[in-house]
């Protein structure tokens, strides 16, 4: 997933308010004093693509200024209690964030 895109790390862990989150960077990765424009309740929103995910009951959303996330939640990893890991996640980001080109 690209920097910012709701990494499954912290966030709403309820799944009923999809804004709870800036993708793991202090400040949502932009300027000092800069915030993240309001999100709709429900739903992560990828700010740079402009598209809204909703989040499903029992998921956890995050929403940055590049790219949105759901995952299912954390749990502790088979194997290593000391990592986390995640059952499935969904996760957006605009092309140019990933370098695509056409053709």
């Given at each position: ?6 990494a499954p ?53 995050k929403s ?40």
């Amino acid at each position: 997933a690209p920097d910012g895109s709701g990494a499954p790390d912290g966030g709403n862990k309820d799944g009923e308010n999809g804004s709870g989150g800036n993708g793991g960077e202090e400040n949502g990765g932009q300027g000092p004093g800069e915030q993240l424009p309001p999100t709709e309740p429900g739903y992560a929103t990828d700010l740079a693509a402009g598209i809204s995910l909703p989040v499903p009951k029992g998921w956890t959303g995050k929403s940055a200024p590049v790219g949105a996330g759901l995952t299912t939640g954390e749990h502790a990893c088979p194997g290593g209690a000391d990592k986390t890991c995640v059952r499935g996640g969904v996760f957006s980001a605009p092309a140019v964030a990933l370098k695509l080109t056409g053709g």
